[in-house]
């Protein structure tokens, strides 16, 4: 069965400072990742996904991440945060054909500090 | 284009009692995914329907169920509910319905007391 972990559930980064959040998938394929972003009361915003090709994905907002199969990771990055960052941003792996399950990790849980 | 939008944003019931929530894709998405949040369990996928035929379930028990109109349309229902059904139930929509990009709603709010 896919799963995805995301070891971190909070973290706390100064405004301007570089963001990475990691985010580890088991599959037995080639998965279909994603990262989403959740703001307090909010529905889920898409910031990127992989499908296939180019292992490094450009996003949203300054978004970006890079999938690295050996390490079956997929870690989100922002060279530099925003205030505006701050929300729980989850991880997910969708199946490779079949339909539209997708499995989340547990979230990681930005804070950025002024 | 207009977002998923999805009725009403919050609910309270009480236990025993049903309920049903409604979920508008984006127009021309056929494809309309459920899911549950909470605190404990995080995001757990419920449901796929996708041209009125639900085509993935997750593990849920029967009260929960679910159908798609012929516009796309789907509702969801939860019959005799419990304390532990209360949650933030996002309905997500995707224009093929093959593994292509989810888009989320804001959610509904569903408090059982």
């Known amino acids: 069965a896919q799963s995805v972990t995301q070891p971190d559930i909070h973290i706390t980064v100064s405004e301007g400072a570089s963001l990475e959040l990691r985010c580890n998938y088991s599959?037995?394929?080639?998965?279909?990742l994603f990262w989403y972003v959740q703001s307090p009361g909010q529905g889920l915003q898409l910031l990127l996904k992989?499908?296939?090709?180019?292992?490094l994905v450009q996003g949203i907002k300054g978004f970006e991440a890079e999938f690295k199969r050996s390490q079956s990771s997929f870690n989100l990055r922002k060279p530099s945060v925003h205030w505006s960052d701050a929300a729980e941003y989850f991880c997910?792996?969708?199946?490779?054909?079949?339909?539209?399950?997708?499995?989340f990790g547990t979230g990681t849980q930005l804070k950025v500090e002024l | 284009k207009a977002g998923v939008t999805q009725t009403p944003r919050y609910l309270i019931k009480t236990r025993g009692q049903q309920v049903t929530l409604s979920c508008s894709p984006i127009?021309?998405?056929?494809?309309v995914s459920w899911y549950q949040q909470t605190p404990g369990q995080g995001l757990q996928f419920l449901f796929e329907?996708?041209?009125?035929?639900?085509?993935n379930k997750g593990n849920f028990p029967g009260r929960f169920s679910g159908r798609q109109f012929s516009n796309s349309r789907s509702e969801m229902n939860v019959s005799t509910l419990e304390l532990g059904d209360s949650a933030l139930y996002l309905c997500?929509?995707?224009?093929?319905?093959?593994?292509?990009?989810?888009?989320f709603g804001p959610g509904t709010r569903l408090t059982v007391l």
């Open positions: 992989y499908f296939s090709g180019d292992t």
């Open positions: 599959y037995g394929a080639t998965p279909y």
């Open positions: 997910a792996v969708g199946p490779t054909g079949g339909g539209n399950k997708l499995t």
């Open positions: 329907y996708f041209s009125e035929t639900q085509r």
């Open positions: 997500a929509s995707s224009l093929v319905g093959d593994t292509d990009t989810q888009y």
């Open positions: 127009s021309g998405h056929r494809s």
